[in-house]
C-alpha cells in the first residue's frame, strides 16, 4: 500500500511550512497550494475508504514506537467516511473562497490560507488519530487556526468572538487535559483501544469523573447548550469560507470526538444524557435563531440546532439511528456549507449583515439566491432534497426505540426551524426591493463549488441508495466496539 | 409498471423546461407548461391503467405506485383541473414577472399531487405530500402583495404541522405493524382506533389541515385569496381533495373494519367539525368584502360538508362526499376563474368597487351564475344532487339531527353570500369606471365554459359522477354501491328525475332570457352609483355609496356573537406569544464571554452533583 | 551535603500532598481570575495559572518517588525500571507549547481589543450578543 494515513498530516504541514517560502517565487502559490494539498487528501481519503471497506482497519504506528509512548493513526470505516467527507468539503471550500480577499494588502491572504489548511487538516487528525493525547494536540492545532480566524477582520467585532472563543476554547483543553490525566492514571495507557480494553477495570466514581471532564471539554467542541456560547459568534464573526468551514468541517470533528470517546472508550450508559442534552440544544439553537436580525449569525444557530438532533440520534443508539446521525452530519456539512457560501455573496452584496437588506436580492444574485433557496428547503428537510432522508431515519430509529415525546418535540422544533427559514426564502424573492448598489456576481469557481454543494443535495435526495453503503458500513463500524479494539490490538 | 414514473418525468421535465424557457422567451412559457400537463394527462389517461403498480427500492425503503379506482377518481380532480386550470394560466399571468417560476411550481405542485395520489406506501406519500406543500408555497407567495410574507408562511407552518403530524403517525405504523406500504398496514389494522389510537388521528390531523377542517383552517382564507387566481383554481379545487382523499382513505377503512356504533365518538367529533367547519366558513364568507376572500372562505365551507359526508361513514355519506369533491372542483375552480378574470380585466375584486358587470363581461357572467347555482344547491344543476345525497345520509343513517340542523342551515346561509358574489360583481348599477372593462380573452374563457358547462351536465346526470365514485368506494372496501345515471331515489320509494327536473327549468330560463332580451332591447337607463339622490345633501367624495358597502349589517348584528370567535385571532396571539417567550430564552446568550465561562462551569458543577442520577 | 533522597523518602507523603493541592490551588486561583476579574489580561493571566496547575498536576501524577530522569543512555539500559513515567513529562512539554501559544495569541487580541475599545473591561465587550 503507497498512501498511508501519515500522508494526512505530514503533507498538509509539510505545505505549511512551504508556503511561505514558496511565496517569495511565485505570488499565488499561497492560493494553490492548499487547494493541491487538500485535493491529495481527497485522493488519500477515498483511496484508504476504499481499502478500509474491502480489507479491514487499518492502524498505522508512527515511528515504529508502541503504545503508550508511539501514536498510532487508525483508518476504520468510520473514520474514513468522515476524513473523506471532510477531505471533500474542505476542498469545495477551498474552491469557493480561491478568489477571496484576493485584493487584500500586506500578505495576509498567506496566513488566511495556512490558517484555513491547518484547521482543516487538524479536524481530519482529530478524526483519525487512536491516541487521546494526539486527539488534544489536533483539536488544539484546530482552535488554534479557528482563533486567529475568527479574529482575521480587523473590525472589532471579530476580535471580540475570537477572544470569547478562545476563553471557552481554553476551558475545553484545561477539562481535556484533566479526563486525559485520570484515564492515564487508571489504565496506564493513552491508546484508545487499549484504554477501551481496559476501561472496565477503572473504579465506577473515577470512570464518571473522567467522563464528565470529557462530557463538558468535547461537548464544548461539538456546540452542546450551555457550552456553546461562543459558537454564534464566532461564525458569525469569522469570515464565510470559514463560517462555512466551522460548519462542515470543525463541528463535524468535535462530534466526532465526543462520540468516539463516549462509544468507544467508556461503557457507560449516556444514551439519555445525549438525547435530552442534544434536543435542548436544539430547542435552544433554534428558539434563538428565530429571531435574528444578522443572517450569519442565524444560520450559526441553526448549525447549532442540527448539531443537536446529530446527538439526539447518536444518543438513540441503535444501528439505524447512528446511520441517520452519519447521513445528517454530511448533509449538515454540506448544506450548511451551502447556505453559508450562499450567505456570503448575499452580504458581500449588501454590505451588512442584516436580513433585512436581502429583501429582493434574487433580482441581483438569481443563482446565488436559488441555491440558497434550495438550501434552505433541504435543511429544514422536505423531500426530495438531501435532508429529509437523514431525518426520516432518525425518526424511524426514534419511533423503534418508542421515543414519542422525543419525535414530536424533533417535529416541533423543526417547524420553528421552517419558519425561519421560508421567511428568509420569501423575503429573497418577493419582499420590495430595495435600492440597488453595484453588484459583486459570484466567480466562476465559487459557481462551480456551490452547484457541486447543491447538485450533491439533489442527486441524493432522489438516490440515496448512493451513499448508503459507506453510511452502513461507517455505522456498523463504530457500533462495534469489541471488533475495533481487537483489530487494533493486534495490528499493533 | 415503469408508465407510472415516465408519468412523473412529464411533470418534472416540464417544470425544468418551463423554469429555462422563460429565461429564453417568455412568450412561449404558458404554452409549454400547458402542453406539458397536457400531454401528461393524455399520457395518464391512455397508458395507464387502473391496477398498474411499481415496486421499486428506494434508501432501503420498499416502495409502491400504483393506481386503483379510488385513486384514479381523484385523478380526475387533479388532471382535468390542472390542463384546465393551466389553460387559463396563459393569459391569465401573461406580462408578470417570473413566470418560470410560477409555471415551474405549478408543474411541481401538479407531479406532487398525482404522486400523493398514486403512492401506495406511506414513504412516498410523505414525499410527495411536501413536494406538493412547498410547491404550493412558493405560488402562495407568488404575488408580492404587502402581508403576503406572513400569510405564506402561515400557510406553510399550518401545512408543516400537518405533515409532520402524518410522519409521526407513518413513524409509528412502521413500529407498531412493520409496514409502510399502506395496503398491508390497512390489513393489520393501522387505521385502527382500538390499538394504537393516536395513529389514525395524527393521520387524520393531517389530512385535515389540508382539507382546511377547522380549527385548523385559518392558513387557507388568505393563501386561496393572495395566490394568483390561475393557481387557487386548483389549490382550492384539487389540493383541499389530496386531504378529502386521505381522510376518506382512513375512515372508511376504520368504519369497514369496525362496528361505527362502538366508536360513535369518531363520527361524532368529525361530524362536528365538519359541521363547524361549514357553519363557520358561510358566517365568514357573507361579511367578506373582497369576491376572492368570499370565495376561500366559501371553499372551507364547502369542505366542511364532504368532511360532514365522509364521516358518516355509510355508503351514501361517502357518496355524497367524493360526489361534493368532484363537483366541489368544478364549480369553486369555475368560481376562482371567474374572480381572477374579473381581477384581470377590471384589477380589483373588491365588492364594493366593482359592480355591474354583465354587460361587460356576458360570459363570464353566464359561468358565475352556472356555478353559483350549482354551489347553492339549486335543483338543476349538481349542488342539489350532492345535498341531497348529504342530507339523506344524515338523516337515514346516522340519527344525529341537530347536524342535519346545522348542515341546512349552513346551506341557506349560503344562499345569501351567493346572491352577494353574483350581484355584487356583476349585477347591480354600472360603475363609470368599468366602462372600459372588455371580456376575458378566449383562453381564459374556454376552461370557465367548460367548467360551467360541466356543472350544468352533472346536474343533470349525476351518474356521469355516479359511476367512477361507485367503483372508488368498491376500491376502499365498500360493497354494492348502487347509483343511477339520472334518477335520484330515497328510502321512502319516491324518485326524482333529475333530467326532467333540469329540462323544465331550462325551458323556463329559455323563456325568460327570451322575454327579457326583448324587453331589454327598449332604451334604458343606467344610474351610476354616484348618481344618487339625497335629500338635500350632496354626498361626499369618500362615502361609499355601492350597495355592497355594509351589505349583510342587520345579519352581522344578529349573528355577532358568533364572529367573536376568531380562530385568526387566537392563532394569531398563540404565534406572538411563542414568538416573545422565545426572544426571552435567546438572552441566555448573554453576549459576555465571562458568563460563558460561568456556565461551563455552573454545567460542570451540576454534572458532578447528580452524577449518579445522569449516568446509571 | 544534604541527602535529598532521604528527605524525601521521609516526608514522602506530604511532598506529594503539597504538590497535589498546589496544583489544585493554582487551577482554583486561575479560575478565579477568569470568572470573576474583569480586566481582559487578567482573565488571560486566569488561563496561563489554570494550565499551569494542570501542567503541574500531570508531572506530580507520572512521579516516582526516587526515579531518574527517563533517558536511555548507554550503559544504562535497564533504566525503565527505576525512571519516572515519560509520557506525562513528554504531555506537559507539548501542552505548554500549546498554552504558550494560546496565550500569546489571547495577548493579541487582547491588543486589538484595547485598540478598538479603548478599554479592557470584558463586560464591555458585548457587541455580539443574543
Partial sequence: ?492 | MEMLSSLLLIFLIGAITTYFVDSINRKFTGIIAFLFVLLGSLFFYSNIHIGDVFVFQLGGIEMQWGINDYSYYFSYIVLGLGVLALLYSIKYIEGKARQGYFYASFLLTILGMIGVIISQDFVSLFIFWEIMTWASFLLVIYNAYYKVKTKGIKYMIFSAIGAYAMLTAIVFIKEHYNTLLIGEAIERGAFNFQQYRYIPIFLLLGFGIKAAVMPFHVWAPAAYSKSPMSFTTIFSGAMSKMGIFGIGLVLSTFYLQHNPENFYWVKLALGWLGGITAVMGTLYALIQVDAKKLLAYSSIAQLGYIVVGLSTGTKLGVMAALYLAVLHAIFKGALFMVAGAVERQVGTTDMTKVSGLIRRMPWTFFVALVSIIALAGIPPLGGFVGKWLLYEALITESNNYFLVIVIFFSSTAAFLYSYRFLFGLFLGQEEKETEHVKEAPISMLIPMLILGIGSIIIGSFPGLIFEPAAKAMQAIGFKDVTWQMSLLSNIWGNTTHLFLISMLIFSVFIIAFLFLTLKGLKKTRYVGTKEISTSGELPKEWENFTFQHNFFKPFERAASPLYHLNMNRIWKDLGKNTEAFFGFFRKLYTGNGQTYALYVIIFLVLLLLFKDVIFS | MIDFHTIFEQYKEIISIAVYGTAVFLIIIGLYAVLLKKHLVKIVIGLSIMDAGIHLLFVAVGYISGGTAPIFSPGNENAANTMVDPVPQALVLTAIVIGFAVTALALSLVIRLYKHHHTANIDQLKSLKW
Wanted: proline share 4%; charged share 10%.
Fill in chain 1, 1 to 492: 500500500m503507497v498512501i498511508t494515513p501519515v500522508h494526512y498530516i505530514v503533507v498538509p504541514l509539510l505545505a505549511a511550512f512551504a508556503i511561505p517560502l514558496l511565496t517569495k517565487i511565485y505570488k499565488d502559490a499561497a492560493r494553490l497550494i492548499p487547494g493541491i494539498v487538500l485535493f491529495y487528501n481527497i485522493i488519500v481519503s477515498f483511496n484508504l475508504l476504499k481499502y478500509v471497506n474491502e480489507h479491514g482497519i487499518i492502524s498505522e504506528t508512527i515511528a515504529g514506537w508502541q503504545a503508550p509512548w508511539g501514536i498510532n493513526l487508525v483508518i476504520t470505516p468510520f473514520t474514513g467516511f468522515l476524513a473523506s467527507m471532510v477531505s471533500v468539503l474542505g476542498f469545495i471550500i477551498w474552491l469557493y473562497g480561491y478568489r477571496f480577499k484576493r485584493t487584500l494588502k500586506g500578505g495576509l491572504v498567506k496566513y488566511y490560507e495556512i490558517l484555513q489548511m491547518m484547521m482543516i487538516a487538524g479536524s481530519i487528525g482529530v478524526i483519525i488519530t487512536g491516541d487521546l493525547f494526539n486527539m488534544f494536540v489536533f483539536i488544539e492545532i484546530v482552535g488554534i487556526s479557528a482563533y486567529s480566524l475568527t479574529a482575521f477582520y480587523r473590525g472589532r467585532d471579530g476580535a471580540e468572538a475570537s477572544f470569547k472563543y478562545l476563553l471557552i476554547g481554553s476551558f475545553a483543553s484545561t477539562f481535556l487535559l484533566l479526563g486525559i490525566l485520570i484515564i492515564y492514571t487508571q489504565t496506564g495507557t493513552l491508546n484508545m483501544a487499549q484504554i477501551a480494553e481496559r476501561m472496565h477495570e477503572v473504579p465506577q466514581h473515577m470512570k464518571i469523573i473522567a467522563l464528565i471532564f470529557f462530557l463538558i471539554s468535547l461537548g464544548i467542541e461539538a456546540e452542546m447548550f450551555p457550552l456553546n456560547g461562543w459558537a454564534p459568534d464566532a461564525y458569525s464573526q469569522a469570515p464565510s469560507p470559514t463560517s462555512a468551514t466551522f460548519a462542515a468541517v470543525v463541528s463535524i470533528a468535535g462530534v466526532y470526538a465526543l462520540i468516539r470517546v463516549l462509544f468507544t472508550l467508556f461503557d457507560v450508559p449516556v444514551n439519555n444524557y445525549l438525547m435530552i442534552m442534544g434536543f435542548v440544544t436544539m430547542l435552544v439553537a433554534e428558539i434563538a435563531a428565530i429571531s435574528q436580525k444578522d443572517l450569519k449569525r442565524m444560520l450559526a444557530y441553526s448549525s447549532i440546532g442540527q448539531v443537536g438532533l446529530v446527538l439526539i440520534a447518536f444518543g438513540i443508539g441503535s444501528k439505524l439511528a447512528v446511520f441517520g446521525a452519519l447521513f445528517l452530519m454530511l448533509n449538515h456539512a454540506v448544506i450548511k456549507s451551502l447556505l453559508f457560501m450562499t450567505g456570503s455573496y448575499f452580504i458581500y452584496n449588501t454590505d451588512n449583515k442584516k436580513l433585512k437588506s436581502l429583501n429582493g436580492i434574487h433580482k441581483r444574485l438569481p443563482l446565488v439566491s436559488f441555491f440558497f433557496s434550495l438550501g434552505a428547503l433541504a435543511i429544514v428537510g422536505f423531500p426530495p432534497f438531501a435532508g429529509f432522508w437523514s431525518k426520516f431515519y432518525i425518526l424511524i430509529a426514534a419511533g423503534d426505540a418508542r421515543h414519542v415525546y422525543l419525535i414530536v418535540g424533533v417535529l416541533g422544533v423543526t417547524i420553528i426551524e421552517l419558519t425561519y427559514y421560508l421567511r428568509i426564502v420569501g423575503r429573497i424573492y418577493f419582499a420590495k426591493e430595495e435600492e440597488e448598489p453595484a453588484s459583486h456576481k459570484p466567480s466562476i469557481n465559487a459557481i462551480i463549488a456551490m452547484s457541486a454543494l447543491a447538485l450533491f443535495i439533489l442527486v441524493i435526495g432522489v438516490y440515496p441508495d448512493l451513499i448508503m453503503q459507506p453510511l452502513n458500513q461507517a455505522a456498523d463500524a463504530l457500533l462495534n466496539k469489541t471488533h475495533y479494539i481487537n483489530q487494533i490490538l493486534s495490528l499493533n
